[in-house]
């Protein structure tokens, strides 16, 4: 008897329990996206969802690039996108409480874990803009940096990357807290730059390396092309492309 009245005192305090502390309900929005190359435009498939601060995979996209997660709740939410190949894409989105949102999202190519003749391919799709970037390239007349060697090399900056170019050096101006790029052979006056083929006055060195195509710097007379022989060829050239990200 007494056994019986213990069972029934703890099925009865199990049964409060389970009064006093609900299960909390889920939300009630849906998120519906597609993951796209924010240069190229084609879909990214088998990309990783994550949402919000649970680490778990919360989906994944399909061939054309489409996920849709349900159930989230209303709020301002965090949404990590991961596969190889892209940097990670981080993006906030407001949910609302109930409802279904629809929206793109953009990854920023990086070549990092796939096979060069898959580097090498997109590099040969993207040869429209960049053609007569690659062709000065091939040539090896001056020295070339292309966005798979920053991305190998880690550089932050423009800056760090030209230090590791021979003949170039990174002068500071520490009253003005501004640094240049001159070539040792002149390094009384500053080469001219080119943005995307335009003459430009100058080029910050701490400019972010992630949105840079190529570089391309030229140390003297001798290494310069026709394209880029102005007045002030003789202090060195340096050419900069950027990446044009339409879909971004």
Same mark, same amino acid.
């Given at each position: 008897m007494v056994a019986a009245r213990q069972?029934?005192? !703890? @099925?009865?305090?199990?049964? *409060?329990?389970?009064?006093?502390?609900?299960?909390?309900?889920?939300?009630?929005?849906?998120l519906r996206g597609r993951v796209l190359d924010s240069e190229m435009g084609n879909a990214i498939a088998d990309a990783t969802i994550r949402i919000g601060k649970d680490r778990g995979v !919360? @989906?994944?996209?399909?061939? *054309?690039?489409?996920?849709?997660?349900s159930n989230l709740r209303g709020g301002q939410t965090e949404i990590r996108i991961q596969q190889i190949g892209y940097e990670e894409g981080l993006f906030r989105v407001h949910l609302p409480d109930s409802g279904v949102v629809a929206q793109d999202f953009?990854?920023?190519?990086?070549?990092?874990?796939?096979?060069?003749?898959?580097?090498?391919a997109r590099a040969e799709i993207l040869q429209p803009r960049y053609i007569d970037f690659e062709r000065r390239r091939m040539r090896k007349l001056g020295a070339f940096l292309r966005w798979d060697d920053l991305k190998k090399?880690?550089?932050n900056s423009v800056g760090d990357a030209l230090r590791t170019i021979r003949g170039?050096?990174?002068?500071?101006d520490q009253s003005r807290f501004e640094c240049f790029a001159v070539m040792s052979r002149t390094p009384h006056c500053l080469p001219t730059w080119y943005i995307d083929g335009v003459e430009v006055r100058s080029?910050?060195?701490?400019?972010?390396?992630?949105?840079?195509?190529?570089?391309?710097?030229?140390?003297?007379t001798g290494e310069i092309p026709a394209e880029f022989g102005?007045?002030?060829?003789?202090?060195?050239?340096?050419?900069?492309?950027?990446?044009?990200?339409?879909?971004r």
């Open positions: 069972s029934l005192a !703890a @099925a009865l305090c199990a049964a *409060l329990v389970g009064v006093a502390t609900p299960v909390l309900a889920l939300g009630q929005s849906t !919360a @989906a994944k996209t399909d061939s *054309l690039g489409f996920f849709s997660v953009p990854l920023d190519f990086n070549g990092f874990m796939l096979p060069e003749v898959v580097v090498q090399a880690s550089y170039v050096r990174i002068q500071c080029f910050h060195e701490n400019t972010p390396i992630r949105d840079i195509y190529g570089i391309e710097v030229y140390r003297g102005g007045s002030n060829a003789g202090c060195g050239v340096i050419v900069m492309w950027t990446k044009s990200r339409p879909y």
